[in-house]
């Protein structure tokens, strides 16, 4: 049987529903899985057996993480976040490190566990972190539009095979201070985290870009989401 993969939801703020891009659902199919869109849940129990029920956890993209998570004040204009799934995401993440699920982070993904695992964001990029790397690329989202440089010591080499590749962007917020819980895979071109692992799972990976829009395309994509759907066997 196929592995069966919690997805959080997108929030819709001005519509007041849950949304999902396909492209997430497609990636993990495609590797292999079966994608299930978990609720936007406030009740613990509920949450407990979600993540229970699945092989594996994706935290997909979505509203910035709300700064108090790492004890700072929101900047005033610059974030937009949605309360009920930080809370939410917040067991979803123990629970899955509690149970050792495969875990992985995309785009908010990757803010957000750091976050939640003691480590800090630049809130807003243009404003704090000025660069000439684009990191909010316009349409086509699937195109590659800067560098990562990734650690030769790291799972993520070994699963791409490549040191340097190239990626596509969409973010305003990016990780500031790394969790002691985690240890940084790649670096883009200026210096900013792209992507994220903690020794201690079996599989919990967090990336910057977005494989859910380049895994048509490009193959590292593609085997981003297999590492993360083949970990679920490797129990």
């Known amino acids: 049987m196929k592995p069966i993969v919690g997805v959080m939801p997108l929030w819709d703020d001005e519509k007041e529903s849950l949304w999902m891009l396909p492209g997430y659902l497609e990636g993990l199919e495609e590797a292999g899985a079966t994608p299930i869109i978990f609720p936007l849940s406030e ?18 993209g979505g509203h910035d993480v709300t700064p108090e998570i790492y ?33 992985l982070g995309i785009c908010r993904g990757i803010q957000f566990v750091n976050a939640a695992l003691g480590g800090t964001l630049y809130q807003d990029l243009p404003t704090q972190f000025p660069s000439a790397t684009e990191h909010h690329q316009i349409p086509p989202y699937d195109v590659p539009v800067h560098e990562v440089k990734i650690g030769k010591d790291t799972p993520l080499f070994k699963c791409l095979g490549e040191e340097r590749i190239r990626v596509n962007s969409y973010h305003h917020q990016a990780v500031k201070k790394v ?47 297999r590492a993360f759907v083949e970990a679920m066997d490797n129990k």
């Open 43 to 60: 009740d613990a129990a509920e949450i407990d057996r979600l993540v229970a029920m699945c092989d594996g956890i994706l935290l997909t």
């Open 71 to 103: 004890g700072e004040e929101p900047l005033e204009g610059k974030v937009a976040c949605c309360a009920r799934r930080d809370e939410m995401e917040t067991q979803v993440l123990r629970d899955a490190i509690k149970m050792d699920k495969p875990l």
């Open 179 to 225: 969790s002691p819980e985690l240890t940084v895979m790649a670096e883009s071109e200026d210096g900013l985290v792209e992507a994220l692992y903690r020794p201690e799972n079996r599989f919990l990976w967090a990336v910057q870009w977005h494989p859910e829009f380049s895994f048509k395309t490009d193959a590292n994509g593609k085997k981003i989401f």
